[in-house]
């Protein structure tokens, strides 16, 4: 490991998240600066974070657009060229630090961002298979890259960026380092943050753009076609429940893949229930 630090600025988005802050900085000490952006949180993540080196800045979300991410990437003043996002409960192995200082250090490489490779944990194991593959834009020239806007309309899914990604002006390649996603610690946890995520999908659902070209990454582009399709489909919560276990190889996760997948079934059960009520809503003023 350099004794230097790399010129890459890090925004950490949270709110609340005492549990994870500390592993997610402690496994970056090599940027140059983070940020932690936060929502005032009423736990230690303020405390925490200061104390392991990062500037902690408060957004006070004022509903619509834009949300934290995108907020962060306008406001911040950065000292460096290229952000890496990290969400509190992710954390980068060791070896990133050689792969990313080669990355910002070549004037001449070719990329304006970089996507991410991401594994879930889920009930103490690492699923190799359900929702892996999952790739992410994080680090890129913060000038180039903004978080697309998929819907005008007020989710009620919180303050930051859910299932939006990191559009860049300019191409885009990939890292071979694997993001570990400690984001669904307990059951209640994953319930939780389903509940205010399938609210996000029923707004989308019924009244958003979802586009799909501006998306520079294949595969994504590929689920996000996939997703338009699916809406359209009966019996969703069951094909949900059998993509993740079966397609996407769930059952070779065990227990966990499992419970994944079913879970999985049931968030899809939620959004179509709440789209339904949305445009019964809109229908009725």
Not at 26 to 46: G, I, L, M, R, Y
Not at 196 to 224: C, F, I, M, P
Not at 260 to 270: D, G, I, N, S, V
Request: proline content about 4%; aromatic content about 12%.
């Amino acid at each position: 490991m350099s004794s230097t630090k790399v010129s890459v600025s890090l925004i950490v988005p949270c709110k609340n998240e005492e549990a994870n802050i500390a592993r997610c900085l402690n496994s970056v000490p090599w940027v140059s600066e983070a940020f932690v952006v936060d929502s005032q949180s009423t736990d230690q993540t303020e405390r925490i974070a200061t104390q392991a080196g990062a500037e902690v800045v408060q957004f006070e979300y004022k509903g619509g657009w834009p949300k934290k991410k995108n907020w962060a990437l306008e406001n911040l003043p950065f000292r460096n060229e290229w952000v890496l996002i990290l969400d509190a409960d992710e954390c980068l192995p060791p070896e990133a630090e050689d792969e990313i200082r080669k990355v910002v250090e070549n004037a001449d490489q070719p990329s304006a961002g970089y996507w991410i490779n991401r594994r879930y944990f889920f009930m103490g194991k690492a699923l190799k298979h359900a929702y892996f593959p999952n790739w992410n834009l994080r680090l890129f020239k913060h000038r180039l890259g903004r978080y697309e806007k998929i819907t005008e309309n007020d989710t009620d899914s919180g303050d930051h960026e859910i299932h939006e990604h990191v559009v860049v002006e300019g191409a885009t390649g990939k890292l071979s380092i694997i993001m570990d996603h400690h984001a669904f610690p307990t059951i209640e946890s994953f319930v939780e943050k389903h509940n205010r995520y399938s609210n996000w999908e029923a707004v989308v659902e019924s009244t958003g753009k979802d586009e799909v070209g501006s998306l520079q990454h294949k595969g994504v582009r590929g689920k996000r076609l996939l997703r338009r399709i699916f809406r359209k489909l009966p019996f969703r919560p069951t094909l949900r429940f059998l993509y993740v276990f079966l397609w996407q190889g769930g059952w070779l996760d065990g227990w966990p893949g499992y419970v994944f997948a079913k879970l999985h079934a049931q968030y899809e059960f939620l959004s179509v229930v709440k789209a339904k009520e949305h445009s019964r809503r809109e229908k009725t003023g």
